[in-house]
């Protein structure tokens, strides 16, 4: 009865410890006499262990009044602390210590505390037990160290604070294991990695004689095998059974383990103990292209091809010189006066000079409008954004003009000449983008300073929105990747200009158009400090010679930023010159079948990793094309002129366009006939990977869409009223434009928006109730009973997109809007990434009305109404209006519960670009103080101005830039918060360039619902709510 009586005090106190419950613990022992308080139940378990694994800290000092063991012991050795290293109570282990309890006590398997802390992963456990002076090597019965415990179950973090407080890596457990053993058995890659540069044995061998080498290789854990072979492991030791890491690996068929050990000089020839080659169990196992491989490193092949993959010193030879302007500006006279020499320089300027005497008089004497009406560029005064089919030159150059040059004392470049033509420009992103090249920008001088002017800005603007910038944003708003830009003014010898004393044109309007354009785009350019005043015929004047000079500066502060040449390059070039002329009609490759063509003809040892890093050294050097197509296939054109010229140029050109059929579309056998020498399948393949055309069905036929040459005008009527089928109509729209400067741009983005979305009605299936109409800068989209119309509006400077459906499916017709919205955003972010655009909300009052030009409310307008807390917005000259969320949300109270409104969004979803202009304004000195120190005050951060204003992970990283940054740890802050401090301040412009930037709001779909905007990665303005895309990556690097 005694015994009874115990055991039910013994339950109801596990209880009452479990639930934490010290009041009920302590009217129990209270009531209780002659109760053993260090009693157990059937597995030795006391109340101490219940109350340590739950932390219980009070309940552990109360049970320690009433005489409790604190080094007691359960059935398996288990000591109150072994029970709190399980669960993670690091407070308790710190107690116990307290208390003088032994932390390296060993239980009935000889682990102890710091064992089981490592291997159920409590980081800080093992921080607390090793900084408290706890055995960290200590090993249990199978001789496992905490580090093999961590290491077998996978705990990265437990890892590095083992490895970091200095335990043993080479210890071995009863099979001669290592804790890097145990890594690579178990597939913990970064574990692996992380022991390795800690300096763990590569080369021990367990009781099997395995190194680690030994399962990476057969596992195929090739990050671990090219550390270990880089470490400098040896390659070559067998196991037991004289299998070395090359023979494991060919028998499970990881031919890029197999090239990388072959790489670090693993023998070939060398045979297991049954006399059996790497080659031979690549072959049994049906591995035939490792064997192939193997066959082919015969000693002096091999040593060859190792050497070619050798790093060098030597920098790139070569880099792309991409030049700009508008048409008659004089960019192919420019290439061609460059690539003279100066004999053959002197034979041009002396034809030039004859051909001129030649000529029809100079119109120097003409007036401004008569040179405008001569040369067809009186549209260019004010550089209207509406797209352009004139011609104003016969011999303009087709597409982009790609050709290798090389100039005296500069050396080697691919140039790449972008006409002028204005249907080229939607596919110009393609070949825009990067940085680690020189791009010139030409003006005419002959032209009024007004056009010259208007053109320059416009390209600078035009490359701008192409580069992606990239972080960190640096002093004044500044990208680390800025391109280089180099000014150029044509026909000086036209309007008379002088020379200074060192022999060179210069020019006032010229000088003027450089200071602009330093001061509105230094932050994103490295403009050369001097603009070259050319008379683009005379090859060996003063001032080509000082323009070949700074390409050569210029070229040599690139190449110091890039990856050296090696061999393998060298060799890659001249095959690459050999395809082009063996595949002279379709020089183009699958990435699958250019690495393994690669492999074949140049290197067989290459890894993915080589050739990677060959097809981008080739893209800088302008060598070849890559273009990304869908999963598996992408592309890679051997011969950039080919696609620039000979196709796009062609299909493209004004002479094309004025055949073309109007509605855009063409069969494969239409196509045929506009290129007969090229497979019409396979040069289409490549245009739609371009997104210059789409695939689409036609009454069962299969035709190709090429929005570009879509010229079928608006038919009557899309978007009339019908109160037959829509009695009771909702309304709604979104006009997107970019900001002033870049507006003119937008015209060019268009077409890529059209083939997006024939290719969404695509996906949608044939069973969709979906109809799409497209023609010449217009689309209607119908699904169900929704219809939306997206047109090229205010003079093709923005795009809008409206919908409307009945009033019972206003939800939908909300969300069918903000996919639209969407989409467009994110073509915008793929095809301009530099680019600031507005999103503005249009009346859903006067749309419904069908007002011509509907009023637009500017993000502007509609933060600054949720600033205020008001719900209305007037419609101006009128006394008419309207509910905030009937222009955002159709008025629809399920919607408002997904939505997020701007001024509540975090703070981090302030897009890339808008933190940059807002640097550019705070970064800089205020003449009251109203700079980012003083709102870094504003937004309580008084304390971290020292670290905010000392060098951080960039030496010149924007001060403003790291404010944002440090105040967007706090998940509270949101935009709205930043708007009323930059309000307190005094600094409207700050408020202005982010409330125009910004998105006024955002939708989050409930838990479990489908967004339909799902699979489409968009960004505001190139939000930074994803990784910022590589400089290096291939795509990149092809532009």
Same mark, same amino acid.
């Given at each position: 009865?005694?015994?009874?009586?115990?055991?039910?005090?013994?339950?109801?106190?596990?209880?009452?410890?479990?639930?934490?419950?010290?009041?009920?613990?302590?009217?129990?022992?209270?009531?209780?006499?002659?109760?053993?308080?260090?009693?157990?139940?059937?597995?030795?378990?006391?109340?101490?262990?219940?109350?340590?694994?739950?932390?219980?800290?009070?309940?552990?000092?109360?049970?320690?009044?009433?005489?409790?063991?604190?080094?007691?012991?359960?059935?398996?050795?288990?000591?109150?602390?072994?029970?709190?290293?399980?669960?993670?109570?690091?407070?308790?282990?710190?107690?116990?210590?307290?208390?003088?309890?032994?932390?390296?006590?060993?239980?009935?398997?000889?682990?102890?505390?710091?064992?089981?802390?490592?291997?159920?992963?409590?980081?800080?456990?093992?921080?607390?037990?090793?900084?408290?002076?706890?055995?960290?090597?200590?090993?249990?019965?199978?001789?496992?160290?905490?580090?093999?415990?961590?290491?077998?179950?996978?705990?990265?973090?437990?890892?590095?604070?083992?490895?970091?407080?200095?335990?043993?890596?080479?210890?071995?457990?009863?099979?001669?294991?290592?804790?890097?053993?145990?890594?690579?058995?178990?597939?913990?890659?970064?574990?692996?990695?992380?022991?390795?540069?800690?300096?763990?044995?590569?080369?021990?061998?367990?009781? /099997?004689?395995?190194?680690?080498?030994?399962?990476?290789?057969?596992?195929?854990?090739?990050?671990?095998?090219?550390?270990?072979?880089?470490?400098?492991?040896?390659?070559?030791?067998?196991?037991?059974?004289?299998?070395?890491?090359?023979?494991?690996?060919?028998?499970?068929?990881?031919?890029?383990?197999?090239?990388?050990?072959?790489?670090?000089?693993?023998?070939?020839?060398?045979?297991?103990?049954?006399?059996?080659?790497?080659?031979?169990?690549?072959?049994?196992?049906?591995?035939?292209?490792?064997?192939?491989?193997?066959?082919?490193?015969?000693?002096?092949?091999?040593?060859?091809?190792?050497?070619?993959?050798?790093?060098?010193?030597?920098?790139?030879?070569?880099?792309?010189?991409?030049?700009?302007?508008?048409?008659?500006?004089?960019?192919?006279?420019?290439?061609?006066?460059?690539?003279?020499?100066?004999?053959?320089?002197?034979?041009?300027?002396?034809?030039?000079?004859?051909?001129?005497?030649?000529?029809?008089?100079?119109?120097?004497?003409?007036?401004?409008?008569?040179?405008?009406?001569?040369?067809?560029?009186?549209?260019?005064?004010?550089?209207?954004?509406?797209?352009?089919?004139?011609?104003?030159?016969?011999?303009?150059?087709?597409?982009?003009?790609?050709?290798?040059?090389?100039?005296? /004392?500069?050396?080697? %470049?691919?140039?790449?000449?972008?006409?002028?033509?204005?249907?080229?420009?939607?596919?110009?992103?393609?070949?825009?983008?990067?940085?680690?090249?020189?791009?010139?920008?030409?003006?005419?001088?002959?032209?009024?300073?007004?056009?010259?002017?208007?053109?320059?800005?416009?390209?600078?603007?035009?490359?701008?929105?192409?580069?992606?910038?990239?972080?960190?944003?640096?002093?004044?708003?500044?990208?680390?990747?800025?391109?280089?830009?180099?000014?150029?003014?044509?026909?000086?010898?036209?309007?008379?200009?002088?020379?200074?004393?060192?022999?060179?044109?210069?020019?006032?309007?010229?000088?003027?158009?450089?200071?602009?354009?330093?001061?509105?785009?230094?932050?994103?350019?490295?403009?050369?400090?001097?603009?070259?005043?050319?008379?683009?015929?005379?090859?060996?004047?003063?001032?080509?010679?000082?323009?070949?000079?700074?390409?050569?500066?210029?070229?040599?502060?690139?190449?110091?930023?890039?990856?050296?040449?090696?061999?393998?390059?060298?060799?890659?070039?001249?095959?690459?010159?050999?395809?082009?002329?063996?595949?002279?009609?379709?020089?183009?490759?699958?990435?699958?079948? %250019?690495?393994?063509?690669?492999?074949?003809?140049?290197?067989?040892?290459?890894?993915?990793?080589?050739?990677?890093?060959?097809?981008?050294?080739?893209?800088?050097?302008?060598?070849?094309?890559?273009?990304?197509?869908?999963?598996?296939?992408?592309?890679?054109?051997?011969?950039?002129?080919?696609?620039?010229?000979?196709?796009?140029?062609?299909?493209?050109?004004?002479?094309?366009?004025?055949?073309?059929?109007?509605?855009?579309?063409?069969?494969?056998?239409?196509?045929?006939?506009?290129?007969?020498?090229?497979?019409?399948?396979?040069?289409?393949?490549?245009?739609?990977?371009?997104?210059?055309?789409?695939?689409?069905?036609?009454?069962?036929?299969?035709?190709?869409?090429?929005?570009?040459?879509?010229?079928?005008?608006?038919?009557?009527?899309?978007?009339?009223?019908?109160?037959?089928?829509?009695?009771?109509?909702?309304?709604?729209?979104?006009?997107?434009?970019?900001?002033?400067?870049?507006?003119?741009?937008?015209?060019?983005?268009?077409?890529?928006?059209?083939?997006?979305?024939?290719?969404?009605?695509?996906?949608?299936?044939?069973?969709?109730?979906?109809?799409?109409?497209?023609?010449?800068?217009?689309?209607?989209?119908?699904?169900?009973?929704?219809?939306?119309?997206?047109?090229?509006?205010?003079?093709?400077?923005?795009?809008?997109?409206?919908?409307?459906?009945?009033?019972?499916?206003?939800?939908?017709?909300?969300?069918?809007?903000?996919?639209?919205?969407?989409?467009?955003?994110?073509?915008?972010?793929?095809?301009?990434?530099?680019?600031?655009?507005?999103?503005?909300?249009?009346?859903?009052?006067?749309?419904?009305?069908?007002?011509?030009?509907?009023?637009?409310?500017?993000?502007?307008?509609?933060?600054?109404?949720?600033?205020?807390?008001?719900?209305?917005?007037?419609?101006?000259?009128?006394?008419?209006?309207?509910?905030?969320?009937?222009?955002?949300?159709?008025?629809?109270?399920?919607?408002?519960?997904?939505?997020?409104?701007?001024?509540?969004?975090?703070?981090?979803?302030?897009?890339?670009?808008?933190?940059?202009?807002?640097?550019?304004?705070?970064?800089?000195?205020?003449?009251?103080?109203?700079?980012?120190?003083?709102?870094?005050?504003?937004?309580?951060?008084?304390?971290?101005?020292?670290?905010?204003?000392?060098?951080?992970?960039?030496?010149?990283?924007?001060?403003?830039?790291?404010?944002?940054?440090?105040?967007?740890?706090?998940?509270?802050?949101?935009?709205?918060?930043?708007?009323?401090?930059?309000?307190?301040?005094?600094?409207?412009?700050?408020?202005?360039?982010?409330?125009?930037?910004?998105?006024?709001?955002?939708?989050?779909?409930?838990?479990?619902?489908?967004?339909?905007?799902?699979?489409?990665?968009?960004?505001?303005?190139?939000?930074?709510?994803?990784?910022?895309?590589?400089?290096?990556?291939?795509?990149?690097?092809?532009?």
């Amino acid at each position: 009865m005694e015994e009874e009586e115990e055991n039910f005090v013994l339950t109801a106190l596990f209880n009452a410890t479990e639930e934490a419950n010290i009041e009920g613990i302590q009217e129990l022992l209270k009531n209780v006499t002659n109760f053993d308080i260090n009693q157990t139940n059937k597995h030795g378990e006391s109340v101490l262990h219940i109350a340590a694994s739950g932390g219980h800290i009070e309940i552990i000092e109360l049970l320690l009044t009433k005489g409790i063991n604190l080094s007691a012991k359960d059935k398996h050795g288990d000591s109150a602390v072994f029970w709190a290293a399980r669960q993670g109570q690091v407070k308790v282990i710190e107690y116990l210590k307290s208390q003088d309890v032994s932390l390296d006590t060993q239980n009935k398997s000889g682990e102890a505390p710091i064992h089981v802390a490592a291997r159920y992963g409590h980081t800080h456990v093992v921080e607390y037990l090793a900084a408290a002076g706890a055995d960290i090597n200590i090993q249990d019965k199978e001789e496992e160290t905490p580090l093999h415990c961590a290491a077998s179950r996978g705990n990265l973090e437990c890892v590095k604070v083992l490895v970091d407080s200095g335990a043993r890596l080479d210890l071995t457990d009863k099979r001669g294991c290592t804790a890097l053993h145990m890594a690579c058995r178990r597939h913990h890659i970064n574990i692996a990695l992380t022991l390795i540069h800690g300096g763990a044995s590569l080369d021990m061998q367990d009781i /099997g004689g395995e190194t680690p080498l030994h399962p990476a290789a057969k596992e195929g854990l090739l990050p671990i095998v090219q550390t270990m072979c880089a470490f400098g492991c040896k390659v070559d030791l067998c196991n037991k059974g004289s299998g070395t890491a090359l023979h494991l690996a060919s028998r499970s068929g990881h031919i890029e383990v197999v090239r990388c050990l072959m790489l670090a000089g693993a023998d070939s020839d060398r045979p297991n103990k049954d006399g059996i080659t790497g080659e031979i169990m690549a072959l049994a196992q049906g591995h035939t292209d490792i064997a192939t491989l193997l066959a082919r490193m015969k000693p002096d092949f091999k040593e060859g091809y190792i050497s070619q993959l050798c790093p060098t010193k030597i920098p790139l030879g070569r880099i792309k010189l991409k030049i700009f302007g508008h048409s008659n500006v004089g960019k192919t006279t420019l290439i061609e006066s460059l690539k003279c020499g100066y004999i053959s320089g002197f034979f041009r300027k002396s034809s030039w000079t004859r051909a001129s005497g030649n000529s029809m008089p100079s119109n120097n004497n003409l007036t401004t409008k008569e040179k405008g009406a001569e040369n067809g560029i009186h549209r260019h005064n004010s550089l209207p954004s509406q797209l352009s089919f004139d011609v104003l030159n016969s011999n303009y150059t087709k597409g982009i003009d790609v050709q290798h040059i090389s100039l005296t /004392g500069a050396g080697d %470049f691919t140039v790449w000449e972008f006409s002028g033509y204005e249907p080229y420009y939607m596919m110009y992103d393609h070949f825009i983008g990067d940085s680690n090249c020189i791009h010139f920008v030409l003006f005419n001088l002959d032209e009024p300073i007004e056009v010259q002017r208007a053109q320059s800005m416009y390209w600078l603007h035009f490359i701008r929105s192409r580069v992606p910038p990239h972080e960190p944003i640096g002093q004044f708003g500044t990208i680390s990747n800025k391109a280089h830009v180099i000014l150029v003014a044509t026909h000086a010898d036209k309007v008379g200009c002088s020379r200074n004393i060192r022999g060179e044109f210069v020019s006032n309007d010229a000088s003027l158009i450089h200071s602009e354009a330093v001061q509105q785009f230094g932050a994103d350019f490295e403009i050369c400090d001097q603009v070259f005043v050319v008379d683009s015929n005379v090859a060996t004047s003063a001032e080509m010679k000082a323009l070949k000079n700074k390409l050569a500066v210029i070229k040599t502060q690139i190449v110091k930023t890039l990856p050296t040449v090696n061999g393998f390059l060298d060799a890659a070039v001249v095959q690459l010159h050999a395809w082009c002329k063996e595949t002279a009609f379709f020089p183009v490759m699958p990435w699958h079948d %250019f690495a393994e063509q690669i492999r074949s003809k140049v290197n067989p040892l290459a890894s993915d990793d080589h050739l990677r890093e060959i097809v981008q050294n080739l893209q800088l050097m302008g060598e070849v094309i890559y273009i990304e197509g869908e999963i598996d296939q992408d592309l890679v054109v051997v011969n950039p002129q080919w696609l620039c010229t000979e196709i796009l140029g062609q299909l493209l050109s004004h002479e094309k366009i004025m055949q073309s059929r109007v509605t855009g579309c063409f069969t494969a056998d239409d196509f045929q006939l506009m290129f007969p020498e090229v497979e019409a399948t396979d040069m289409l393949t490549v245009l739609e990977a371009l997104e210059i055309c789409t695939q689409c069905e036609n009454d069962g036929d299969i035709e190709y869409e090429f929005p570009c040459l879509n010229f079928i005008e608006t038919l009557h009527g899309l978007w009339d009223k019908d109160v037959r089928t829509l009695p009771n109509p909702v309304y709604g729209g979104v006009r997107v434009q970019a900001l002033a400067g870049m507006s003119n741009q937008m015209v060019h983005i268009f077409p890529r928006l059209q083939i997006h979305l024939r290719r969404m009605l695509i996906q949608e299936g044939p069973e969709t109730e979906s109809d799409l109409y497209q023609w010449y800068h217009g689309t209607k989209y119908c699904t169900a009973n929704l219809e939306c119309l997206l047109t090229m509006e205010m003079s093709d400077q923005a795009i809008e997109i409206k919908v409307r459906g009945p009033d019972t499916n206003a939800s939908h017709a909300f969300y069918l809007l903000d996919e639209m919205s969407t989409l467009t955003e994110h073509i915008l972010n793929e095809m301009c990434p530099g680019m600031l655009y507005e999103k503005h909300y249009l009346s859903p009052l006067q749309l419904k009305e069908h007002k011509r030009k509907p009023h637009s409310y500017t993000p502007h307008d509609l933060i600054a109404k949720q600033l205020e807390n008001y719900t209305k917005l007037s419609l101006p000259d009128t006394e008419i209006t309207e509910e905030l969320k009937d222009v955002l949300c159709y008025g629809s109270t399920d919607i408002q519960s997904n939505v997020t409104m701007g001024v509540d969004l975090h703070v981090s979803h302030l897009s890339l670009n808008t933190r940059r202009e807002f640097s550019k304004l705070l970064d800089r000195p205020d003449p009251m103080g109203r700079d980012w120190c003083l709102l870094a005050v504003k937004l309580d951060l008084a304390d971290t101005l020292p670290s905010l204003d000392a060098p951080g992970r960039n030496q010149i990283q924007s001060r403003t830039d790291k404010t944002l940054e440090e105040w967007a740890r706090d998940h509270d802050n949101t935009i709205g918060k930043l708007l009323f401090k930059l309000k307190d301040l005094g600094r409207q412009d700050a408020v202005d360039i982010v409330t125009k930037t910004m998105p006024p709001m955002k939708v989050f779909p409930p838990e479990g619902a489908v967004s339909p905007d799902e699979g489409v990665d968009t960004e505001h303005n190139g939000e930074a709510t994803s990784e910022v895309p590589s400089n290096n990556s291939s795509t990149t690097l092809s532009r």
